[in-house]
């Protein structure tokens, strides 16, 4: 039923797609396409603005909006997609931050470059192409009527390291991968100082205490168990700030904070600790050298349900637990320093801070293209 519907929506795109490509290219536009946010992400204002800033004439569309559940949703998803219609067919670039129908499934005008700056700073866990057959990933038929990850020009990688992982994922060759990372890296590095001190104002009662922010993965299937951890805690002495995941609600202690007007990101300005699992928010970790911890419970699960492509034990020694007890353990004890160290050097992109600029240049170029 889902390859039929597949196929239904291709063979509507062709249809409404065919005319619309006669029409001129409107050269200074650039089209932002995302299903991941609500609005216009970080990444796409820092680019916007650079860009802008090199060519005043530059115009944006942005198609922006989360697709939920339901048939409101479900109607403004489709919606969503008639209108990249017109805006692939008349512009010469596209950025885009996951996947998308229209880009993927049709044949575009050789004019067009599309620009896939995939929202995760890393390839921790197997996605796309190397998860086809898995319960956490997708059918291989369905994959190939939805024309998965077809139609990048360039993606915007992370250090080098990651590369292969890349180009078996997106099912493309080294050769397509821009190694500078997310234009969001120059902004973590820039604020960081800003956003510790905005965040402690506004929650003036984490001073003194040593602050944890747990930051797990989606798990499609099955739900995230933390209760050990967060049951465990000494909370006159740790401060709990819990980020859920987009997808993944996890039931929250009132002991815990959330801090609902702050990113993850944000948060990262002002935790002593981050635990995580096989969320590529490690590497955002690792940028401001946030001391990072994993908590792995389920490790042989995901391990089977889903995949990874490193093996955190080797990668960060002394920095990942399966059970909570050893976890509080270690945040008693000093911390391996030389693990993040050694995971930085390896796994982050050269040059940080230069990210936005190096996208916004390829954009600017093909635009003049």
Same mark, same amino acid.
Request: glycine share 6%.
């Given at each position: 039923?889902?390859?039929?519907?597949?196929? +239904?929506?291709?063979?509507?795109?062709?249809?409404? /797609?065919?005319?619309?490509?006669?029409?001129?290219?409107?050269?200074?536009?650039? %089209?932002?396409?995302?299903?991941?946010? *609500?609005?216009?992400?970080?990444?796409?204002?820092?680019?916007?603005?650079?860009?802008?800033?090199?060519?005043?004439?530059?115009?944006?569309?942005?198609?922006?909006?989360?697709?939920?559940?339901?048939?409101?949703?479900?109607?403004?998803? %489709? =919606? *969503?997609?008639?209108?990249?219609? /017109?805006?692939?067919?008349?512009?010469?670039?596209?950025?885009?931050?996951?996947?998308?129908?229209?880009?993927?499934?049709?044949?575009?005008?050789?004019?067009?470059?599309?620009?896939?700056?995939?929202?995760?700073?890393?390839?921790?866990?197997?996605?796309?192409?190397?998860?086809?057959?898995?319960?956490?990933?997708? *059918?291989?038929?369905?994959?190939?009527?939805?024309?998965?990850?077809? *139609?990048?020009?360039?993606?915007?990688?992370?250090?080098?390291?990651?590369?292969?992982? /890349? &180009?078996?994922?997106? @099912?493309?060759?080294?050769? %397509?991968?821009?190694? &500078?990372?997310?234009?969001?890296?120059?902004?973590?590095?820039?604020?960081?100082?800003?956003?510790?001190?905005?965040?402690?104002?506004?929650?003036?009662?984490?001073?003194?205490?040593?602050?944890?922010?747990?930051?797990?993965?989606?798990?499609?299937?099955?739900?995230?168990?933390?209760?050990?951890?967060?049951?465990?805690?000494?909370?006159?002495?740790?401060?709990?700030?819990?980020?859920?995941?987009?997808?993944?609600?996890?039931?929250?202690?009132?002991? &815990?904070?959330? &801090?609902?007007?702050?990113?993850?990101?944000?948060?990262?300005?002002?935790?002593?600790?981050?635990?995580?699992?096989?969320?590529?928010?490690?590497?955002?970790?690792?940028?401001?050298?946030?001391?990072?911890?994993?908590?792995?419970?389920?490790?042989?699960? /995901?391990?089977?349900?889903? =995949?990874?492509?490193?093996?955190? +034990?080797?990668?960060?020694? @002394?920095?990942?637990?399966?059970?909570?007890?050893?976890?509080?353990?270690?945040?008693?004890?000093?911390?391996?320093?030389?693990?993040?160290?050694?995971?930085?050097?390896?796994?982050?992109?050269?040059?940080? @801070?230069?990210?936005?600029?190096?996208?916004?240049?390829?954009?600017?170029?093909?635009?003049?293209?």
């Amino acid at each position: 039923m889902k390859i039929l519907f597949l196929n +239904f929506l291709r063979l509507w795109m062709i249809v409404i /797609y065919a005319p619309l490509k006669l029409l001129p290219i409107q050269k200074n536009k650039v %089209v932002f396409i995302s299903r991941q946010t *609500n609005g216009v992400n970080l990444d796409y204002r820092l680019l916007q603005g650079y860009v802008k800033k090199q060519n005043p004439d530059v115009r944006y569309v942005n198609i922006c909006r989360r697709y939920e559940k339901g048939f409101g949703e479900y109607a403004a998803f %489709v =919606g *969503n997609i008639l209108k990249s219609l /017109y805006h692939l067919a008349t512009t010469s670039v596209c950025v885009i931050d996951g996947y998308w129908p229209a880009v993927s499934m049709l044949n575009h005008k050789k004019a067009l470059t599309v620009v896939q700056i995939w929202h995760a700073m890393g390839k921790i866990k197997k996605s796309g192409y190397q998860s086809l057959n898995k319960k956490s990933g997708r *059918n291989p038929k369905v994959a190939k009527a939805m024309a998965m990850h077809k *139609n990048y020009d360039v993606i915007i990688a992370s250090g080098k390291a990651w590369n292969k992982f /890349y &180009c078996e994922s997106f @099912g493309v060759s080294e050769d %397509v991968l821009l190694n &500078c990372g997310l234009p969001r890296i120059d902004a973590m590095l820039e604020a960081d100082e800003a956003n510790r001190t905005k965040i402690l104002q506004t929650y003036p009662e984490l001073e003194g205490k040593t602050v944890l922010l747990y930051a797990p993965t989606f798990r499609k299937g099955w739900n995230a168990d933390w209760d050990k951890l967060s049951n465990s805690l000494d909370y006159d002495k740790f401060a709990l700030i819990v980020k859920n995941h987009p997808n993944q609600k996890l039931k929250i202690s009132d002991k &815990c904070y959330t &801090c609902d007007e702050f990113t993850s990101d944000e948060l990262l300005s002002v935790s002593d600790y981050l635990i995580t699992d096989y969320s590529a928010i490690a590497v955002e970790g690792a940028i401001l050298d946030v001391k990072t911890y994993y908590y792995v419970y389920d490790y042989e699960k /995901y391990i089977e349900n889903n =995949g990874l492509n490193i093996d955190l +034990f080797e990668e960060m020694p @002394g920095c990942v637990f399966k059970k909570a007890e050893d976890l509080i353990d270690a945040l008693n004890k000093p911390y391996p320093q030389q693990s993040l160290d050694n995971y930085k050097a390896k796994f982050l992109p050269e040059n940080l @801070g230069t990210s936005t600029q190096t996208v916004g240049n390829y954009i600017l170029k093909s635009i003049k293209k």
